[in-house]
Structures are given as structure tokens and as C-alpha cells.
């Protein structure tokens, strides 16, 4: 009796539904309960077609992991260098919660960027000195400079723009994409994720921020590494071969079904799709994250990193590869932002490493025709606050956390150009005009993806949970 054999022997559908000591009824119970589990067929997003038509059929998303300050960066406070070294008015911050770092200081010293910032484009955007080409595509970008969130520390918070939760545990943005889209091209993934590093001693990633959730494991982020191993266990073992792995392949696939013909675990096929999306990735990957047929001009555009595997640099260009590979959502982290003090001369470090990738990743766009129908985000978690945390100098000081506002930009498929949205007081500190919560921005882009973010869930546990939760609404402002 050969292995097959043995599993129908012992695995007899008569055998499994007497032994359940409820018959059918239990296989009924198990689908009532959750019934989104199979919501669609194996390799079929779960919507069958956009709600409505996509203006976005990709997005890059260069997540800044640490907290950007956007007063040295892109929100421009003058009133800070006329009121240096004063304490930041009761009234403006009228008891808010502070972290821990800075709850304990007698005295908020109000600090102004020692960086100059000069306007730029049609719409005369703010845009500091630390990011010159950066500022050469303001006509391209959509700044919201009202971004804002609940969350006061980076884990909760990061967690939060990125699974619509502070808790871990939900599935990610782009798992939420890849289950209700599908995937455009067989041989890769819909959700890749990319990481890189400013500078060491940063806040970690963990990956749950790329996990699936409950969602079916097929639509967790698959991570792509620099090195001769970009997946792990990917590759063939030693002495394996790519027609002896597809004979495995066959066989295993020949157990599982039989497997899942008494089980009825989901799970189960979609372990053996993420078995086949290995094999097509076996030929597809290489490929792909192959750089040496890059022209000189293309490296000189990203700049010198652009050929170091595993930079930020570097990583934008595979993000453009991918994208050209119809990957649906690819996700870059990028840490390092985490500055509280030291924060003038750590910054410079941390916009030389993104500033010139992130324009040439948008124009490289551009120059293919790519960016007609791919989005481009970057920014991070939350903001930094306009005073300063421990002692205050011209030339040093760092800044704390700040969730009540902050600026993303966006550019691409879908969002106007050369565009600034939303308006903070002259202090950095509070919502002036037009406020976009993390859950409005996530709405947001799941409608420039043509999904209506309200319908796309899945019921687990009871109850139906979506990516915005019970929250957000769609910033119609930004729609081109």
C-alpha cells in the first residue's frame, strides 16, 4: 500500500464524519461560522472585479519607519525661530498626552528647523534644503500636510497605518489588496516588501506589518532580501533539480487534495498555492531583481546607493522592476527616522540615503508611462513635535513623538498634482484646516484602487472586519 493508499485508509470520509459525533452538521456549523474563509476560489480575488473602475492598478509605498519630522522637512514654521527657546503656550498644547520621554520636562522650548526651506512649483509648496530633488518634482506630488493618527509610539502606531489596527494580529494593507484584487501576474507575488536601513539602532519591523492576518496565508507580504537568497527557501536543495522538484510538487498536491476532501481545511490549499508560487518564482524572481542590465544612466539617476543591493536607493529600483512585473503592492521600509536627539545632523544623514531615489523612482515612473496607473506614497507613522526634547542648541536637539499631524505625499494614478491639502497651526502643533486620519487615508486609496473600502471584508471570529475597521472616509479633495 503506497503513502496515498494509507491516507484514504485512514481518512475514509465515513471514518472522519463518524467520528466528529456530529455528522454533517458539524460540516455546516463550520461554514456558517466562517464563511469568508473560502470566499472565493483558490487564486480568484475575492471581489471578482473592481467595485467601480481603478484609477490605481499599483501602488509603491516608501514607508519612512521612525517618525519624519515634517518641520524640517516639508512644514514650514517661521513663528518657531521668532519665538526660539520660549515655552510652547499651554493653550496651544492644553494638556494633550506626551510620551513618556517628554511628560516629565518642566519647560517645551519651542525649536525652529535650522534649515531653510524655499517654496516650490505651481502650488509654491514649503520644502526644506535637506531634500533638493524632492523638491524638482513638487509639480508631480500631492502633499497632505494634516495627516493624523491616535497612536503615540511608534510599535501601535506603525502597526496602525499599516493594518487600520493599534493591535497586532489584522491582516496588512497589502494583504487587503492582494485578497480583494488578486494578483495580475501568476509567476510573482501581489504583495512584496522590501527593507532597508538609514542607520542602526532604529526602531525594529516586525512582520506582522506584512502579515496576512486571518486572511488566507496566499495573501501574507513575501519578503524580497538582498544577496544570492532574495526568498528564503526558494532555491532547490543540493542534488534537487527543477523536474524532480515539479514529480514533488505533483505528488504532494495528490495528498493534499486528499487530504482536503476529508478535512475541508482551506489552509490546506493554500499551502500547496504558495508550493506552486514558489516553483513559478523559481524562474520569474532572478529575473526580476537582476540590475546588471540597468543602464548607467538609470544608476545615476537613483545615485551611487542605487548599486549597493539592499539599500533604499537600490530597493526603489527593484520597486520599479516589480511594478513593471504587474507585483500589485510593493511595500518599502525604510528605518532610521527615530531621532529625539541629535536630530539636525541625523537627518541629513537619513534625507541623503531616500531624497534622490524617491525622485528618480517617481520620474523613472513617469518616463515609462508607469506612473499613469501606479500610486507613490511616502511618508511615516506620525510627525515630531515643535519643541524640544532635552536640551535645546542651534545645532542640537532632537524632537518627541507627534500624532496630531504630520505630512505624507503622494504622487501618480488618481491624486492631483502640484497640491497641498490641509493646514496646521503656526506652531506645528494642532489641525488648523481639513484634517485626514489614517483610516481617511486608507479609504482613500483603496478608492483609487477602485475598491469601495466599506464592502470589502471578511468575516472571522463573528465578526466582519475590513481594513478600516468601523472608521474612514474618502478625501474626495485629492482625487484628480
Not at 53 to 69: D, E, M, N
Not at 84 to 98: A, F, H, I, M, T
Not at 199 to 208: C, F, I, T
Amino acid at each position: 500500500m503506497n503513502l496515498q493508499d494509507e491516507l484514504h485508509d485512514m481518512m475514509s470520509r465515513r471514518t472522519f464524519l463518524g467520528q466528529t459525533g456530529a455528522g454533517l452538521g458539524t460540516l455546516a456549523l463550520a461554514s456558517l461560522l466562517n464563511p469568508g474563509a473560502s470566499a472565493a476560489p483558490m487564486g480568484e480575488p475575492a471581489l471578482g472585479k473592481p467595485h467601480f473602475p481603478p484609477k490605481v492598478k499599483r501602488v509603491i509605498y516608501l514607508f519612512q519607519s521612525g517618525a519624519p519630522s515634517q518641520l524640517e522637512l516639508f512644514d514650514y514654521k517661521p513663528k518657531l525661530e521668532a519665538m526660539w527657546g520660549q515655552d510652547l503656550p499651554e493653550s496651544v498644547r492644553k494638556g494633550q498626552r506626551l510620551t513618556g520621554m517628554t511628560a516629565g520636562q518642566s519647560r517645551f522650548p519651542l525649536a525652529a528647523s535650522k534649515f531653510k526651506f524655499a517654496q516650490h512649483g505651481q502650488s509654491r509648496a514649503w520644502v526644506s534644503e535637506l531634500l533638493p530633488y524632492t523638491s524638482k518634482i513638487t509639480d508631480e506630488l500631492c502633499y497632505i500636510k494634516t495627516m493624523n493618527t491616535e497612536a503615540i509610539n511608534h510599535d501601535p502606531a506603525v502597526t496602525f497605518i499599516q493594518t487600520g489596527s493599534q493591535q497586532a494580529g489584522r491582516p496588512s494593507f497589502g494583504s487587503w489588496v492582494s485578497y480583494g484584487l488578486g494578483s495580475d501576474n501568476q509567476n510573482m507575488p501581489a504583495f512584496v516588501v522590501l527593507l532597508s536601513k538609514g542607520r542602526n539602532g532604529d526602531q525594529p519591523l516586525y512582520a506582522k506589518l506584512w502579515s496576512n492576518g486571518f486572511l488566507p496565508s496566499v495573501h501574507q507580504g513575501v519578503v524580497f532580501r538582498s544577496g544570492p537568497d532574495p526568498v528564503f527557501y526558494l532555491n532547490n536543495p543540493s542534488g534537487i533539480d527543477r523536474s524532480s522538484r515539479r514529480r514533488m510538487l505533483d505528488y504532494l498536491t495528490k495528498l493534499h487534495q486528499e487530504q482536503f476532501k476529508h478535512v475541508l481545511d482551506p489552509e490546506i490549499n493554500n499551502r500547496m498555492q504558495q508550493y506552486e508560487m514558489a516553483y513559478r518564482m523559481q524562474a520569474s524572481v532572478p529575473e526580476t531583481l537582476d540590475l546588471s542590465k540597468e543602464p548607467d544612466y538609470i544608476f545615476d539617476m537613483y545615485g551611487p546607493e542605487s548599486r549597493k543591493p539592499g539599500t533604499f536607493a537600490a530597493n526603489c529600483l527593484l520597486a520599479r522592476k516589480l511594478i513593471e512585473k504587474d507585483v500589485k503592492f510593493v511595500q518599502l521600509y525604510h528605518q532610521g527616522w527615530d531621532q529625539h536627539g541629535n536630530l539636525p545632523n541625523d537627518i541629513q544623514i537619513q534625507t541623503k540615503s531616500v531624497d534622490q531615489a524617491s525622485a528618480a523612482l517617481v520620474m523613472d515612473l513617469k518616463q515609462r508611462g508607469l506612473l499613469e496607473d501606479t500610486l507613490v506614497i511616502w511618508g511615516g507613522e506620525f510627525g515630531r513635535g515643535p519643541y524640544s526634547q532635552g536640551k535645546l542648541a542651534r545645532d542640537n536637539y532632537g524632537r518627541d513623538h507627534h500624532p496630531r499631524c504630520y505630512t505624507i505625499w503622494m504622487a501618480g494614478a488618481g491624486v492631483k498634482k502640484s497640491f497641498v491639502y490641509g493646514q496646521t497651526d503656526d506652531f506645528g502643533y494642532n489641525i488648523v484646516k481639513d484634517p485626514v486620519h489614517v483610516h481617511d487615508f486608507q479609504a482613500t486609496v483603496m478608492h483609487l484602487m477602485g475598491v469601495d473600502h466599506e464592502k470589502l471584508v471578511f468575516k472571522h471570529q463573528g465578526r466582519r472586519y475590513r481594513l478600516t475597521d468601523v472608521h474612514g472616509k474618502v478625501v474626495k479633495p485629492l482625487l484628480a
